[in-house]
């Protein structure tokens, strides 16, 4: 039986990824005091997991070396049911990289704002204690996936399908258990399901159909997406 291949008629990821305007995942904001500045960044992007810890940098200037400080973080996002939350703290000047965890099923993706309460104390009169509020805007994303059908094959009177959703940077954590779905196309009819299973820890799929089909029949995959990836639909595989 000879297999060919039929190209999706969809944009490829890279071409998309520079047609489409760039998101502005990160968000900074800065604060200034008598005896210190403070700038937060934090870093937006892909969940990568369930819970995904996504780094956040401090940059303390203008501080003496006993001068202490604090930012204590408390995100939110329209639609989540928790307030994700971090805390840093040091003395003087310079810069700090922490992080913030996030999770998909109780924070879920979206434009978060970040309400930063910060504070510098002076170090020997304690009547100089500088509060400071910043507010930080920044986005979580779920993970772009690529769905694949690796095989195609007939036998004993069944047809299986097996291929592989993975995130576009080869992570398998953010699509499994979500769902596939084959769609089958015979020649001259249109697209019927014929059978949908979850994808495995490792990203594989494999769907096996009672019956056989004559050549120039078409396949193609379609993943639901999960709260971590979103859904994607593989190139059209022919027999």
């Given at each position: 039986m000879r297999t060919k291949f039929a190209l999706a008629a969809t944009i490829?990821?890279?071409?998309a990824s520079l047609l489409a305007p760039a998101a502005a995942?990160?968000?900074?904001d800065?604060?200034?005091t008598p005896i210190g500045s403070m700038e937060l960044t934090i870093d937006?992007?892909?969940f990568t997991e369930e819970c995904t810890d996504f780094p956040y940098t401090v940059e303390v200037t203008g501080a003496g070396a006993g001068v202490d400080w604090s930012a204590e973080i408390e995100a939110s996002r329209s639609g989540g049911r928790s307030t994700p939350s971090a805390m840093s703290t040091g003395s003087g000047s310079g810069t700090v990289?922490?992080?913030?965890?996030?999770?998909?099923?109780?924070?879920g993706a979206g434009d978060y704002t970040a309400t930063v309460a910060v504070t510098f104390t002076h170090p020997t009169d304690t009547t100089k204690v500088y509060d400071r509020t910043m507010t930080?805007?920044?986005t979580v994303s779920k993970a772009e996936t690529e769905t694949t059908i690796t095989n195609v094959r007939e036998r004993s009177g069944s047809t299986k399908v097996k291929g592989t959703v993975l995130t576009t940077s080869g992570l398998s954590d953010p699509t499994m258990f979500g769902e596939v779905t084959i769609k089958v196309k015979k020649s001259g009819g249109s697209w019927k399901t014929k059978g949908t299973e979850q994808v495995d820890e490792d990203g594989n799929f494999s769907v096996?159909?009672?019956r056989t089909y004559e050549s120039g029949t078409k396949f193609?995959?379609?993943f639901g997406g999960t709260d971590e990836a979103k859904g994607s639909t593989s190139a059209v595989w022919e027999i």
């Open positions: 490829p990821l890279a071409v995942l990160a968000g900074t800065m604060v200034s937006g992007g892909e990289t922490e992080s913030i965890m996030i999770c998909s099923g109780v924070d930080v805007e920044f096996t159909i009672d193609k995959a379609v």
